[in-house]
């Protein structure tokens, strides 16, 4: 059936779903191919879009949809890598970190961390030894004597291009005037400065739009999967209607994340790259807690040894996180024991504040994309990345496969351009440009004080869009809002009665510039409604009700995309959706 939403952008791009499937169908080859749309996938696309390479992407869900979504929201340098001897990699990570603050600040905010801490010299002995052995052994707690040594490197790690205060130790006494409802058995708190990514989801869909506007002739497409190869081409399907096609490429780029080696199983080559682990995490409704938090992230080493975060996120705290090693076939989802184990750190930090399962409005897991590493233990497997890859025959062609292993959000900008350089080897071509300091979509003249951000929404005001209005559209899109503000004027808009964060009109423009192609990519990926619990069954029947014309639903097809969506917040992320009039 024919798509309403499908038609060419202002930009010279057509970026809805339906149409760039066509656009594969119609041209089955590139010079590049990129499976899997999770972070290090969208940038890798930018980056060769960005060189003008003939580049394609496919990923087989929604983008972000997997561990780039999964994530705990933090752009970091890894300060506990320290431990592990992964010098490289903190030090990469602290650089990355510094410039997506500066190249991101629409999404990448300064993050506040503070470590309670209560010894003094625990930990000197047992620290060496985890470092040369990689063995957790027996548990203890690290003082503030080690976490003083760690903290002086990090800065250290963090002295080029750095952009955020160095670390600084008080004593109890000042450590409870902050955070009072700290344990009262505090004897010192450390506090560092890191960042946050609180729309991860976004932000990915900024880079790839970043690369579809910089080469139009670059599609990528959601909801399409690489199920086989043979002397056409890769096999891909479209999920969303069932039908295969063939493509061609002479280089394959396997970023599909904890599912590598599946990837490389359908493309007929046996692959044991991959060990993920599984991190959950869980988002509150507290006020006590996210007032006890005053404004800062609590991170800190938990009894059993692994790292934990307790930190808030606007008007809801997100905790995290376990790392357990699981079956990439199977779903992951926040299970009962890991829920219970998050209640258990949050008593043990702020042992006096009640939490219970009637505060959790959303939950969610990921599997990261680890190496495989045996016996050696979670929280010590390496986070830094390597490329793998296969020279191959395929339909009397020659074809270079890239397989991403292992890899983090907060290098996803240095990852890529790794994995660009490595294509453009194979592919005999040169660099012609750096994503080095190039803003990110919506990231270019954001206003970063307050005073420059009430100026840009005051300006930015209109009929039918009031500064509240835009100050959620700036929020969403960052300084891109003004291309969204000019699509809604084009057309009669009328706001949701079931959230004033939803209008029509700009859900006909995430359709058109942002290939929706479920009910459910509105809540948890173009919206942060489901991530702060505010889902009902009143926006589920307004946004079938919207989404039916724009994507050609029918009456039976909207009921099944809202049944769709109810079943992935219950089932996924442990939400039961309910009426606003209960």
């Keep these: 059936m024919s798509n309403p939403a499908d038609r060419t952008t202002g930009e010279g791009t057509t970026t809805s ?32 879009a960005l060189q003008g390479i003939d580049v394609a992407l496919v ?52 993050l506040q ?22 063995r957790q052994g027996k548990q203890v707690e690290r003082g503030a004597v080690l976490i003083k040594a760690g903290l002086t490197m990090y800065d250290f790690f963090s002295r080029d291009g750095g952009n955020v205060p160095r670390h600084s130790f008080v004593g109890r006494k000042k450590a409870l005037a902050a955070m009072p409802e700290l344990r009262k058995d505090i004897k010192y708190a450390a ?26 002739a670059a599609r990528a497409a959601n909801y399409v999967s690489a199920i086989g190869t043979g002397e056409e081409g890769i096999v891909l399907r479209d999920e969303l209607t069932g039908e295969t096609f063939p493509f061609q490429a002479d280089v394959v780029v396997n970023a599909t994340g904890a599912w590598t080696d599946s990837t490389n199983a359908a493309l007929g080559a046996e692959t044991l790259f991959m060990g993920g682990t599984k991190g959950s995490h869980i988002v509150l409704d507290n006020p006590r807690l996210l007032a006890a938090c005053n404004g800062t992230e609590i991170f800190f080493e938990h009894v059993d040894g692994r790292i934990v975060l307790i930190y808030p996120m606007g008007d809801r705290v997100l905790v995290g996180t376990t790392d357990i090693d699981v079956d990439v076939q199977e779903q992951a989802v926040c299970t009962d024991e890991e829920i219970a184990y998050f209640f258990e750190l949050i008593g043990h930090v702020f042992p006096d504040i009640p939490v219970s399962r009637d505060d959790i409005v959303y ?13 050696t233990q979670p929280g010590f497997v390496s986070r830094d990345y390597r490329i793998e890859k296969r020279e191959e025959k395929r339909g009397g062609r020659s074809v270079t496969t890239l397989s991403l292993v292992g890899g983090k959000w907060t290098t ?7 994995l660009t350089d490595d294509t453009l080897t194979a592919l005999g071509a040169t660099r012609r440009t750096s994503t080095a300091g190039v803003a990110i979509g919506g990231g270019k003249d954001f206003p970063t004080d307050e005073a420059s951000r009430r100026a840009w929404i005051a300006a930015a005001v ?42 029509t009109r700009e859900l006909a423009y995430m ?69 606003l009039t209960v």
Excluded at 20 to 31: G, N
Excluded at 196 to 215: C, F, I, K, W
Excluded at 556 to 562: D, G, Q, R, V
């Design 462 to 503: 209109r009929p039918g869009a009031d500064e509240a209005r835009v100050e959620v559209l700036l929020t969403r899109y960052g300084t891109r809002a003004k291309d969204v503000l000019e699509y809604l004027a084009e057309s009669p808009d009328s706001m949701f009665n079931s959230t004033q964060e939803l209008s």
């Design 113 to 134: 961390t503070t470590i309670p801490i209560y010894t003094t010299f625990s930990g000197i002995l047992s620290a060496p030894m985890r470092f040369l052995t990689h």
């Design 191 to 216: 506090t560092y400065y890191d960042a946050s990514v609180h729309n991860p989801e976004r932000l990915t869909l900024d880079v790839l739009r970043d690369g579809q506007v910089a080469n139009p």
């Design 363 to 375: 939950s969610f897991s990921g599997v990261r994309p680890l190496p495989r590493h045996d016996d």
């Design 412 to 418: 996803f900008r240095a990852l890529s351009e790794h």
């Design 17 to 48: 779903t339906r149409t760039v499937v066509q656009k594969l169908r119609d041209t089955p080859r590139a010079s590049v191919l990129v499976i899997g749309g999770g972070i290090n996938g969208v940038g890798t696309f930018r980056d060769l």
């Design 511 to 579: 359709v058109e510039h942002e290939q929706v192609g479920h009910l459910i990519d509105v809540l948890i990926r173009r919206t942060s409604l489901a991530f702060r619990g505010l889902v009902s069954e009143e926006l589920l029947a307004e946004l079938a009700e919207t989404l039916a014309p724009l994507l050609g639903w029918t009456a039976a097809e909207s009921a099944a995309e809202i049944k769709l969506a109810e079943k992935v917040l219950a089932e996924a992320h442990r939400v039961q959706v309910k009426s």
């Design 59 to 110: 990923e087989r869900g929604d983008y972000c949809q997997g561990a780039s979504g999964a994530s705990s929201h933090m752009i970091h340098g890894g300060i506990r890598y320290l431990e592990n001897g992964e010098f490289r990699l903190v030090r990469e990570s602290v650089i990355e970190r510094n410039a997506l603050l500066r190249i991101a600040p629409h999404y990448v905010k300064p």
